[in-house]
């Protein structure tokens, strides 16, 4: 059975975090799984434990820790998801994408998007930053689309199209800061899948014949509320593991958080630039 979120239960969770906040956020960010490091370079920061929020989901994944992150970041003001929700902890599409609904209720128009993902391109390694160029919605496709359920109107059309789900002008930003980095920035398609269980070789066969360069457990359903609600995206996806295609290795969250140490400063290198360039 689907918990569908209403219109009253987003304004109370946004009004109470707007209470707590001491700025306006212009930019959304989700951190993805060991990707926390860069919440801690927000300055004048102001932390919000989701538990403090009504009707909040809260995260139970390790490595997230479940609170929003306010404060400056290059100079622009930024809310922080430091830990996201998953479909996998037994929420629903509608409580997974809560959060999304509250940054558009606060304002904010610009979110960026960042996870831990599968490399399934063969010319991926462990430590890459992808550059999301397009999504792969294979959870949606299977009746896990968080737009299901009555429309909230408030927010967007009942049909919302997804040609662009990622805005071109943010990718460019973010190729931009990648090369004044000196970073080397791979791009491609993310697929989404439910979780919480790694793909089967077969799995990981049939995704790469689908078009799949990095594959995980987010992000998808996150864009598409963005994108019905109106806001501009920039997603990036931090190659964890080499995608086992073969059965021959094991993958283990554990590997994910390691990674994570690796692919965080380049992630900050990268969103960093993009701030930068981003108009007030």
Same mark, same amino acid.
């Given at each position: 059975?689907? @918990?569908?979120? *209403? ?18 956020? +212009?930019?959304?960010?989700? !951190? ?9 370079? #927000? ?6 434990? $989701? ?8 995260? *139970? #994944? ?8 306010? =404060? !400056?970041?290059? /100079? ?8 996201? &929700? ?15 609904? #509250? ?8 979110? &960026?998007?960042? /996870?831990?993902?599968? =490399? ?22 299977? =009746? !896990? ?24 002008? $943010?990718? /460019? ?21 439910? =979780? ?31 994108? +019905? ?9 931090? &190659?964890?593991?080499?995608? @086992? ?5 094991? *993958? ?18 990268? #969103? ?9």
């Amino acid at each position: 059975m689907q @918990n569908f979120v *209403t219109v009253q239960q987003i304004d109370s969770a946004a009004q109470a975090l707007k209470q707590r906040l001491s700025l306006q956020p +212009h930019v959304g960010i989700i !951190l993805g799984s060991g990707l926390n490091g860069l919440a801690d370079a #927000v300055q004048n920061a102001v932390y919000v434990s $989701y538990h403090d929020l009504p009707h909040f989901p809260v995260s *139970t #994944v390790m490595g997230h820790s479940g609170r929003f992150v306010a =404060g !400056l970041l290059e /100079n622009k003001p930024v809310l922080i998801m430091q830990g996201r &929700i998953h479909y996998y902890e037994g929420y629903s599409m509608q409580q997974v994408t809560l959060p999304v609904r #509250v940054m558009q209720r606060l304002g904010i128009a610009s979110l &960026i998007v960042t /996870n831990a993902a599968g =490399g399934v391109n063969p010319a991926f390694t462990p430590g890459d930053v992808m550059l999301i160029t397009d999504q792969l919605n294979l959870a949606g496709m299977a =009746g !896990l689309n968080p737009l299901i359920g009555p429309n909230l109107d408030e927010f967007g059309t009942r049909f919302p199209d997804m040609s662009q789900p990622y805005d071109r002008e $943010y990718a /460019n930003l973010a190729r931009s800061a990648a090369q004044a980095a000196g970073i080397q920035l791979q791009e491609g398609v993310y697929t989404g899948l439910s =979780g919480p269980s790694f793909e089967s070789p077969a799995d990981l066969r049939f995704l790469r014949m689908a078009g799949t360069d990095a594959v995980g457990m987010s992000t998808v359903p996150e864009v598409i509320v963005a994108r +019905h609600g109106g806001m501009r995206v920039l997603g990036l996806s931090g &190659i964890s593991n080499k995608a @086992n295609l073969d059965g021959a290795t094991f *993958t283990t969250h554990e590997e994910v958080m390691e990674a994570g140490k690796i692919i965080t400063p380049k992630m900050e290198s990268i #969103v960093r630039g993009v701030l930068r360039s981003l108009q007030p």
